[in-house]
């Protein structure tokens, strides 16, 4: 061992424990020597502190999501903003980082902004990888199902605006089952298991999502999306102005479906994103930094330990309802 520590400082509840465990795994590796260990809410003294939620304290954060939803902008009790406790701050693309430099309450500079990426997709694109080179050359498709995949994010009780499809979309779930091989991934808040999605996805054909990180990792993967818009896009354009997903559905970036029929047209019809979705991906989670994200995320880690300073900054009292994450 190299004397060298990354402590992980996990969530208080067990909701998203396994991407919190996967994202750690893969950062450890690529650190080689360096010793590891995670602690609940708290920070490890004399160790880089990483963590994969806004409201925990440590040296560096990157969210636990790929979404935007305005995550890093949340403000703290003190009215200013949780980002700016942290050293380093990782996001997945330019898009993200202009964002976060143009606001005026964000006080990191440009070098404390890294582009990382997503590690959830140096995996998916692996193994969609693999299988490709599995599956048989010209098998035939005559008579196959197209296999759709409805993959919600999850929508608060409570929510002034409607954002998420789930649990309206259920009503329409038969018609697909006859028409479509059709399968659905809930949000790990409202199913028992809480495994992120992963093989339905490669799986998939076409897939049905609101805002969340699987429209990003659907998109990267080149399948193309449909948003249910009849249900969901007045809650979306209302909600978290400035985000990503808000101009997705301004810009009508993607697939659009503006009632059932429609979508089940475009699902017929929809073989890979366009060129706008390319263009835009390329902005957000450039494909530069595929296979690559695991590895700058220790990058960060390690110059955190090469300042000699492993100060964390005091945090303010986090808000009750943010311990929930």
């Known amino acids: 061992m190299s004397g060298k520590k990354v402590n992980y400082v996990y969530v208080s509840g067990e909701n998203l424990r396994q991407l919190e465990e996967e994202f750690a795994a893969g950062i450890t590796h690529e650190l080689g020597d360096w010793s590891s260990s995670s602690t609940i809410v708290t920070t490890s003294p004399g160790d880089v502190n990483v963590t994969f939620f806004i409201y925990r304290r440590a040296h560096i954060m990157m969210s636990h999501g790929v979404a935007d939803k305005n995550y890093l902008l949340r403000p703290d009790e003190l009215g200013g903003l949780e980002v700016n406790k942290y050293r380093t701050v990782c996001v997945p693309g330019p898009w993200m980082k202009r964002k976060l430099l143009a606001h005026p ?70 018609k697909l089952k006859e028409l479509f091989d059709y399968d659905s991934s809930l949000h790990p808040n409202v199913r028992p298991s809480k495994t992120p999605t992963f093989q339905k996805l490669i799986d998939a054909d076409v897939v049905i999502a609101d805002r969340g990180t699987m429209v990003y990792e659907a998109w990267a993967l080149g399948k193309p999306v449909i948003f249910p818009s009849w249900l969901i896009k007045k809650g979306n354009i209302k909600t978290c102005p400035g985000s990503a997903e808000n101009h997705i559905f301004q810009e009508k970036i993607g697939l659009h479906a503006r009632s059932f029929e429609e979508l089940i047209g475009m699902i017929y019809t929809a073989t890979k994103p366009d060129a706008t979705v390319e263009a835009f991906m390329e902005d957000y989670l450039p494909a530069a930094t595929h296979g690559k994200s695991y590895k700058l995320l220790a990058n960060a880690v390690q110059e955190i330990w090469a300042s000699n300073d492993l100060r964390i900054k005091k945090k303010v009292k986090a808000p009750e309802a943010s311990l929930k994450a």
């Open 105 to 174: 309450g964000v006080e990191l500079s440009e070098q404390q902004i890294k582009i990382v990426g997503w590690p959830r997709i140096d995996k998916l694109l692996a193994e969609q990888a693999r299988q490709r080179t599995l599956s048989v050359p010209d098998a035939p498709t005559e008579g196959k199902k197209i296999k759709v995949l409805w993959a919600p994010t999850h929508g608060a009780a409570n929510a002034k605006h409607v954002v998420s499809s789930y649990p309206s979309f259920l009503g329409y779930e038969e």
